[in-house]
């Protein structure tokens, strides 16, 4: 399936600016999710397994896209939440309460059990608790998911010097390096602070045409500023693209940003991928709104 690449008018600059609009791929499975998930969803049927578990935060984008392909496609479907304390809040909280509607049955955990998501004990704990399943890791990254993000680029987008995506567990950078070609740049902006991500990515990659760029994560994974919201709702108003706070808003206001300080060489064509996860924005405004502070505004 291919999505559609969108111009962004740019004033007083020779460089040109596309967005591809993975975010429309799927009503509930969008952008990156769809992408990781599809061959995973493959493999999960030639093992014959009826279940899906997989791991996620309170807004996870992964952990709705899971529910909803799981609900779409037949497969039981099963989230480890971080966190304890939502077990009595599902119904506050949009990215769940959609979860819960689309069959999903949730397993709260504390903080430091979930950091064990990764430790075969503690997936055997769950196998004898939850019987037989298909495991999904967090943020849906392995090899079946960046297989499935190789596809991301066509051949019509060839023509494009830089190729930019938001980053969360490195999988769908890793597949944009994988399709890209040799003469393209492939830039991440990760959505948490620090470097550890290189490390990651390294394991599904072999090409050197990439790079992260870490000035943009206001404060780390699910942190926003005024500034940040601004950013979204004049984009939204002036492009009629909605961005969310968490990823896709963080890696345009970059690339925006380094637009205006001659980072892209005069004539460049960039293409950034609007890897989706708009559902969170419904969070993210509650908390704005508890805090009395300024919301995104990016539906009519």
């Known amino acids: 399936m291919e999505s559609t690449n969108q111009k962004i ?3 007083n600059t020779s460089i040109s600016l ?3 609009r993975e975010d429309l791929l799927h009503p509930h499975i969008s952008g990156n999710k769809f992408r990781k998930l599809k061959y995973n969803l493959a493999q999960a049927k030639r093992e014959n397994k009826q279940t899906l578990l997989t791991f996620g935060g309170a807004f996870s984008n992964h952990i709705l896209a899971v529910a ?6 037949g497969f039981r479907t099963i989230g480890i939440i971080r966190g304890e304390e939502l077990q009595d809040k599902i119904s506050e909280n949009p990215t ?4 819960q509607d689309f069959g999903m049955v949730f397993e709260f955990v504390g903080r430091e059990i979930y950091r064990d998501k990764n430790n075969p004990e503690f997936i055997q704990q769950l196998a004898e608790k939850f019987d037989d399943f298909y495991l999904i890791p967090e943020g849906g990254t392995n090899d ?9 680029l066509t051949k019509t987008d060839e ?3 830089y190729i930019c995506c938001a980053i969360g567990t490195g999988g769908t950078i890793s597949g944009l390096i994988n399709c890209s070609k040799n003469s393209q740049q492939v830039l991440g902006f990760p959505a948490l602070m620090g470097d550890f991500l290189r490390e990651d990515i390294c394991k599904f990659v072999s090409k050197s045409n990439w790079d992260l760029i870490t000035a943009y994560h206001f404060g780390g994974y699910a942190k926003v500023s005024e500034e940040l919201i601004e950013f979204i709702n004049e984009f939204y108003k002036k492009h009629g693209i909605p961005l969310d706070p968490i990823y896709t808003g963080k ?3 970059g690339v925006m940003d380094l637009i205006t300080k001659n980072y892209f060489p005069e004539n460049s064509k960039i293409l950034v ?3 989706g996860g708009l559902q969170g924005i419904a969070g993210m405004n509650k908390l704005l709104k508890q805090k009395k502070q300024l919301q995104i505004n990016v539906y009519d």
């Open 9 to 11: 008018d740019l004033e």
């Open 18 to 20: 596309y967005i591809k």
């Open 68 to 73: 909803a392909a799981g609900n779409e496609q």
């Open 96 to 99: 769940l309460q959609k979860a």
């Open 144 to 152: 079946l998911a960046v297989k499935g993000c190789e596809e991301i």
């Open 159 to 161: 023509k494009f010097d």
């Open 251 to 253: 890696m345009m206001f």
């Open 273 to 275: 991928i609007h890897t």
